[in-house]
């Protein structure tokens, strides 16, 4: 019989929905029952795509007597990390606090006050590896909840305290200097794997908001060695086994330092940023490896994340159907042995196969299975028609595996980050089609995810709004989503929408005094603390990702206290980034666009024609950029520009200052590098 979460719109809920654990979702009315009951409560938080989630469910919550043990002794709540990020991140800071680590699937004793006590992450089913089997792990909370209630209490009451008592040190709330974004370089160059690309050991994931960085200070500067270490990641990544050789789109992290043995879940947020990363790098340098990726990396999250309402999914799962043995595996979609590739390709194209994708007969993964990348070769280069259609094959041999389960929920934040590297992309390389899936996953924001006061759910399912209200990343990245659209198409509804969604950003996220800001609104529901952090994770943080579209939109519309609160933001990066530059990235990304100005650009004339596109591969950091008639009101930047001699005129300015109208592209292009 199914239990409460058979109604949850959450795919990983869903999961969990034929359990034999009384399951109940996050509510009030769970711990009012632990209240009646007497009982503590039992929080388990994952997400659809995580691994480890999977086999706890399968060892654990679907086992009859595990279940049992669960339901008389707690009150269970099963909590989906993507829908309830605020959740999430304030008992994964009682976690780390309390163990020194944390992760997936998290697992969390409360009291009846939502109080914690006790904690863990994967607990087996059988005691090993120095671990509690997690029916031992049940006895002992009960024993100890119902033996030792005042030690518990006085134990749940310290930790809240503690946390409670931890303060952020915002910094002097002004925006980091020359000096502060020199060390951050600096910092970044020590931590660079010169060998492999990327930043520290294993396991490494793609440094996206790194790269940012790195990118705009080259564009900046024209410091050559944060471009060097920017294109070297992108290539090793590329042609790492993290990146889908055949289909396009990245894996979630790589096992190891040299990008070759990934976990092979792929998320809508990695891919977004990686998409923009590398079309910024193609900006830059030119790379056709960056314009490849680029371009399969939007294909991929349009034809395989696009959802039947024009939002983009949030993920595809690690595991799928090993047809062989039937069970669900890890990279069975994925990876490749010899015989595979002969049975599909033939001996001699199997035999060049091999070589070029770096299939061995050992194996580079399991069971004699191969992830495939693209090796660093001094042989001959292979014949592109033949390779290209050695791809072809292998990637229909491999549509007809059992394909990954897909999380087809709608995050607004992550269909930001997907809406502003798709439309980029688009105007780039001359894919409207890729304009297009962005206008209508902005859309889908615009009228399912936001009500009639511009305040946005963060999640949906099937074209039904998820309960959940958006916190700070939401607001920030569907903004920049929003920016981006705005300077692509000419249309200024997308620069209103972004101003609506930002307003809110300032009445209910900002501290007035400090200018910090907190990551759920202050009429949110209150937590045992209310979450703030400004240091990416695997997307921008919600802190940082706010001031870059508040100095995006302040450079758009002249707006003041936009430009303020985004500076005062920007006080953490000034603190952090000389010391931790790998964990905020996208805040020294902007920092950068704060400083150089941004520039202001408005094209008057055209949409998308040679003038407009120039303007958007400038690699001045953050430029804005507005297109449209003579005339238009659509944006603030084109009022009282006319057109010079009747053909299309840019103007550029910065710090109030505007160089002379050009109408050569040429010279626009000198005037944003």
């Known amino acids: ?90 008992y994964m800071e009682a976690v780390q606090a309390a163990t020194g680590q944390g992760g997936w699937p998290m697992t969390v004793f409360l009291t009846a006050d939502a109080e914690p006590f006790y904690f863990g992450t994967y ?17 002992g909370v009960h024993r100890a909840w119902t033996d030792r209630r005042g030690e518990v209490a006085e134990v749940a009451g310290k ?66 060695g944060a471009l060097q270490m920017a294109a070297d990641t992108c290539e090793r990544m590329a042609r790492g086994g993290i990146y889908d050789q055949l289909g396009g789109g990245f894996a979630r992290y790589s096992v190891d330092r040299e990008w070759v043995v990934p976990h092979f879940e792929k998320m809508l947020y990695d891919n977004a940023l990686l998409c923009r990363a590398y079309a910024h790098l193609w900006r830059a340098t030119g790379s056709d490896l960056a314009r490849r990726v680029a371009l399969e990396t939007a294909d991929f999250m349009v034809r395989e ?16 159907e090993d047809p062989a043995t039937g069970a669900h ?27 070029c994708f770096g299939v061995t007969e050992e194996g580079t993964f399991e069971k004699g299975a191969s992830v495939l990348q693209l090796p660093l070769s001094d042989g001959p280069v292979a014949d592109a028609t033949r390779l290209a259609s050695i791809r072809e094959r292998l990637l229909a041999a491999r549509a007809e595996r ?7 929920k709608v995050v607004a934040a992550w269909n ?54 958006g916190v700070l990343e939401d607001y920030a990245d569907v903004a920049e989503g929003f920016l981006a659209l705005a300077g692509v198409t000419g249309e200024g509804v997308w620069l209103e929408f972004a101003g609506f969604l930002l307003d809110h950003v300032l009445a209910q996220f900002v501290d007035a005094e400090s200018g910090a800001l907190y990551d759920t609104a202050a009429d949110a529901e209150r937590l045992i603390r209310r979450p703030q952090d400004p240091t990416d994770n695997a997307a921008p943080s919600g802190w940082t990702a706010a001031a870059g ?49 941004p520039r202001e650009v408005a094209v008057v004339g055209e949409v998308l024609g040679d003038l407009h596109r120039t303007a958007l591969l400038g690699t001045a950091p953050g430029a804005v950029v507005a297109a449209g008639p003579e005339g238009s009101t659509e944006l603030p930047l084109l009022a009282d520009r006319p057109l010079t001699d009747g053909r299309p005129t840019a103007y550029v300015c910065r710090g109030f200052v505007c160089t002379a109208p050009t109408t050569d592209p040429a010279e626009l292009a000198g005037l944003l590098s």
């Open 402 to 408: 059992p394909a990954p389960g897909r999380d087809d």
């Open 549 to 597: 579209a508040l100095l995006s939109y302040a450079a758009h519309t002249g707006a003041e206290p936009h430009r303020t609160a985004a500076e005062r933001a920007l006080g953490i990066v000034k603190a952090l980034g000389p010391r931790v530059p790998r964990f905020i990235g996208h805040g020294l990304a902007v920092a950068e666009a704060a400083l150089d100005g």
């Open 1 to 90: 019989m199914p239990n409460r979460l058979a109604h949850e719109t959450s795919p990983y809920l869903l999961q969990h929905a034929d359990n034999p654990v009384d399951w109940w979702p996050w509510s009030a009315e769970a711990f009012e029952e632990a209240r009646e009951r007497g009982v503590p409560v039992l929080l388990s938080v994952g997400y659809s795509s995580c691994h480890w989630c999977h086999v706890m469910a399968h060892e654990s919550f679907e086992d009859e007597a595990t279940a049992a043990l669960m339901n008389e002794k707690f009150v269970n709540i099963k909590v989906d990390r993507e829908e309830r990020p605020d959740v999430d991140a304030v």
């Open 416 to 469: 930001g980050l997907a809406i502003a590297a798709l439309a980029e992309v688009g105007a780039y390389f001359d894919r409207p089609d890729l304009i297009a899936a962005a206008v209508g996953a902005g859309d889908l924001l615009v009228r399912l995810h936001m009500d009639p006061r511009a305040r946005i759910a963060r999640t949906s399912k099937d074209g039904q709004v998820g309960a959940n209200a």
């Open 305 to 320: 994340l696009r959802t039947n309402e024009g939002g983009f999914a949030s993920a595809l799962d690690a595991d799928s």
């Open 123 to 139: 607990f087996p089913p059988e005691p090993r590896h120095g671990m509690p089997s997690f029916p031992q792990v049940l006895d």
């Open 159 to 224: 930790i809240v305290r503690d946390l409670g008592e931890r303060q952020l040190t915002h910094g002097s709330g002004e925006k980091p200097g020359e000096d502060e974004l020199a060390q951050a370089l600096l910092g970044l160059t020590r931590d660079y794997d010169a060998a492999h690309g990327g930043f520290g050991g294993a396991p490494k994931f793609p440094p996206s908001m790194a790269v940012e960085f790195l990118l705009r200070h080259y564009g900046r500067t024209g410091a050559e």
């Open 329 to 355: 595996v890890e990279g069975a979609y994925y990876v490749w042995t010899p015989g595979q590739l002969r049975e599909v390709l033939g001996d001699d194209d199997a035999e060049l196969a091999m070589g």
